[in-house]
Each structure stands twice: as structure tokens, then as C-alpha cells.
């Protein structure tokens, strides 16, 4: 008698526990990638927008109410006033240069209305000559960091302001230029006048983010330059910036500089500049006036420059196109290269080769066929067949034989098409190969013909077993982005009339994304959103595919 530890009904319990325990764990697992980076892709489509979002969905899509957003436009246009005046008022202190010229230029003009005015000879000299010891005046209270010596020199220029020559002139602006200098001087530390405009460009720099070009600015030429922070996270985000400077300084000699992170209000304390902070943190809402927005155009908008706005509908768009095309090109030459390996070869040399081959590419690198499609496609047989076709058969057009020297969906979907066509021919062979014997024996004994046995008995019963290769080859197809990479795929582009041209793609676009520069770090949201749109396409597929599937196997069994 044989001795055994563990008894039989033991062992398949450990063995069913084994099988339970890798589900889960796979489930897990898939949960835990799968679900931070969906929720992550949600907030491209769920989030708080700013009126600088609904503004831009209107100038750049044209989508939205324009009354209502011209009514917003002007209800923030007037909350945000005070922080321009308070910001232009400190710009004035610090900005010197500015000022000076603006004083040369007021003594120039003055000098032309003394002309107008027909004023010459000992008077129009007498005249210039004081107006120029105004303009010195204030020029030696811009270059000085003396605060008395800048208060009496603008004393000096206010003294005239009763002067009956300079009434109704251009001088007049020497006046008020002098008395809101000598408001700004009194509250500023002119020795620390670099610091402050150092300080200052930081702060324009994150307003900027925040509200986008300041009245009477020009817009920027970049699309994500004219708009300021269009969502709540965003605004969050360069709000931070705002209140807080962070600097990295030496604590200890030889020992490595430590972030230190210092509120800005306290670096502009007693300036004109002080209250801006304190106003944006307390006001955020009236600045932006927030509300929940559903973004559902987001799967049909396009995206501008960078991906910085906009959605992935090309790029959805173009996914689907390779896909199809692809699947297309692979799925009859694999059911009848299985059929050919199953019904119509034996058991010989040759064969075993050819299915030592399959089952070789079926694991070669997806980069590998990227490369083989550029090489053979793009650059060999594609601009062979258009000069061809359009030298000798005259069946191309010259704009048609140009595109075909080109990368477009034609190439990429075939490069695609050769990826998953071994997984196809395998999966098929052994479907083929399962279904039972008598099957294609009883369809023989009533007569049938090789091929119409095949096709009437074989193919259906097998049927279910080639859809499950689809499934796995729709997935890979939809989701590759090496292959693409040298064959078809854009960044940028309109949405291609044919397929000899290129096209966009989510797997694409978000690589573009990751390998990018500084954008993918200020739209997270972008990349996230795009990975999300891909899983959820390739699960709308493959649940496509399993329902098919699942109706083809019901119909076989009679149900």
C-alpha cells in the first residue's frame, strides 16, 4: 500500500485555493495600476472650471454662451482692477527707466507745442530751459536711492505745478509723475531696487498664470500663453507660486544649499504691492468664478500646441482607423494561413519550420516591426508602387504618388497588421485543430467538398476559438505605439480625407506627451486623459469582440 501525506480530496482543495488565490491576486494587481491612473484620466473630463476655461472653449472651439461669458468676463475684469493699479503703481517705483522716458518724451512734446503755439525767440529758450531743469530734476530722483535727496529734487518739480507757462502742456505729466514717485519712494527701500524688480518679475510671472495678459497687453502668439489658469487645480497651484518665493540658500559652509520657502507679502511689506496678496488669497473665488464643469467634448475636441487644451477626438479617431485597417489586413490572412497549416500541409520539415517562424515574431519586439515598416513600406515599396502607378499605369494622381513616399495609415496598418498576425495564425490553428474529427467527416460523407466543409462546418465550430486570438490581437493593435512611430503617426494634424495620410493616435499622443518637455508637467491631466480614453476603447472593443464572441459559440450550440 502506497503511503501518502496529503490526501487526495486535501490537495484539490490546496490546488483550487492556489487557482482562487492567483485570480484575486491578479484582479489586484490590475486594480491597482488601473485605478489611480482612471481616476487621474477623470479629471480631464470632471473638474472645476475657471471663466479663463469657458472663455477659451469659446474663442478656440466655440463652444459655449457668449453672453454670459462677456457678463462673466466684465464682473472679474472689475474684481481684478485693483490688483493691476497696485501692481502698475509698484512697477512705476521700481521701473525707473520707464519713468525717464516717459519724462524725455513729455519735455520733446512740450517743445513742439511751444512751437505751435508760435512762442520763440528769448521766451520760447527761457521757457525750454526751465521745463529742462524739471526734466533733470526728476531724471537725478529716478537714478538716486537717497530718499532725501529724491523727496526734494520732486519737491523742487511740484513747486512749479501753480506755474501759469505749464498749465494745459505736456509738462503737466511732470507733476503727476512726480507726486506718485514721491508716494511710491516714501514706501519703497530704493536700495533694494533690484531685489524688488527681480522679486517683482516673479510676481508678474505668476500673475500671468493666473489671469492670462493684463489689460492693454498684446496676446502672446502661443495659445497657452492667452489664457490664464483654467482650472481650480491650476489655480491652486500658481496661487502657491504667488504667496510663496522658494529659494535655495547655504545654511553652513560645505554643506549642500536647503529649499527655504518665504511669503512673498513679507519681502513687500509697506509697498504699494503688499495688500495684491492677501486680496488674490481672499478673493479667489470672485476672480475666477469657478463652477463644476463636464467636459464631454473632450472626446471629440481637438488639442492645441502642446496638447495644453483641447480633447483627443482625432486622436480617438485615428486609433480606430489603425485598428480597423489593420485588423482588417490580418484577420483573413491568418484564418487562412491556420487553414492552409491545418488542412492542406503534413506533418513534414517545412511546415515545422514555417511554425517555428510564427511562433518566432509572435515574440519579436514591437520596435522591430516599427523599423521593418519604415524600411519595407515607407521607403521601399510604397514610393515603388506610386511612381509605378503613376509613371506607367497613370491609375495615380502626382498628389496621390507623393502621400505614398510619405508614413500614413496605409503603412502603419499594415506594420500593425504584421504584429499581431502571428498571434492570429496560432490562436486560429489551434481552433481549427479542436474542432472534433467527425465533424469534417460527416460533412464529407453527405458529399460536401473539401472547401465547403471548411467553410460550413469547421470554420463556425471553430468560430469562438479565433475570436479569442482577435480579442488579444484587437487589444495589442489599438494600443501600440512603436510600430506607429515611424509609419504613420503625428502629434499634430487635421483629421486625415484618406489613408495615404498620417493621423494622430492615443497611444501616440500620449507619448508625445511623456517624452515632451515642461507641458506634460503642467497638464497632467492631458496624458492621464488620453491613457484613460485608451484602456476604456480597448475594453469597448474587446467587450465588442466577447459579445460576438458569445453569440457565435450560443448559435453553435443551438441556443
Known sequence: ????????????????????????????????????????????????????????????????????????????????????EAANRFRRGIDTEHLADEVRGAYRDYGSYLRAAGISGE??????????????????????????????????????????????????????????????????????????????????????????????????????????ATRWDAVERELHRLLWSEDWVETEPGRPMVKETRARREFFAGTELEPVFDYVETNLEKLFQPRFTFYWRYFMDGSTDGHYFGGCGPEILGTLALTFFSMLFAIPLGIISAAFLVECTGDNIAVRVIRTCINTLAGVPSIVFGLFGMAFFVLFLFPVIGEFGHGTLGIFSAEAADKLTKPNILAASLTLGLLVLPVIIRASEEAIRAVPINYKEAALALGAGQFRSFMTVILPAAAPGIFTGIILSLSRAAGETAPILFTGAIAFGPVPDSILEPTRALSYGSYDIAVGDRLAMLVPHKQYGMVMTLVALVLTLNIIAIWIRSRSSRKLRGL
Open 1 to 84: 500500500m502506497k503511503f501518502r501525506i496529503f490526501p487526495r480530496e486535501f490537495r484539490d482543495k490546496c490546488f483550487t485555493a492556489s487557482c482562487m488565490f492567483s485570480v484575486c491576486l491578479m484582479v489586484f494587481i490590475l486594480v491597482v495600476v488601473l485605478f489611480p491612473m482612471m481616476a487621474r484620466g477623470l479629471k480631464a473630463v470632471f473638474f472645476q472650471g475657471t471663466n479663463e476655461f469657458r472663455e477659451m472653449q469659446l474663442v478656440v472651439f466655440g463652444h459655449g454662451d457668449a453672453e454670459r461669458i462677456q457678463r462673466e468676463n466684465g464682473e472679474i475684469e472689475e474684481a481684478r482692477a485693483f490688483v493691476y
Open 123 to 228: 521766451r520760447y529758450s527761457a521757457q525750454r530751459a526751465r521745463a529742462k531743469d524739471l526734466r533733470d530734476a526728476l531724471l537725478d530722483a529716478f537714478e538716486s536711492r537717497d530718499k532725501e535727496y529724491v523727496q526734494s529734487r520732486l519737491q523742487c518739480v511740484l513747486q512749479s505745478r501753480a506755474d501759469p507757462d505749464f498749465g494745459g502742456t505736456p509738462i503737466e505729466a511732470y507733476f503727476e509723475t512726480a507726486e506718485s514717485y514721491s508716494r511710491i519712494a516714501a514706501s519703497v527701500d530704493l536700495s533694494r531696487r533690484e531685489q524688488y524688480a527681480e522679486a517683482f518679475g516673479e510676481v508678474r510671472e505668476a500673475l500671468h498664470k493666473l489671469f492670462g495678459p493684463g489689460p492693454g497687453e498684446p496676446a502672446p502668439a502661443l495659445t497657452m500663453d492667452q489664457y490664464g
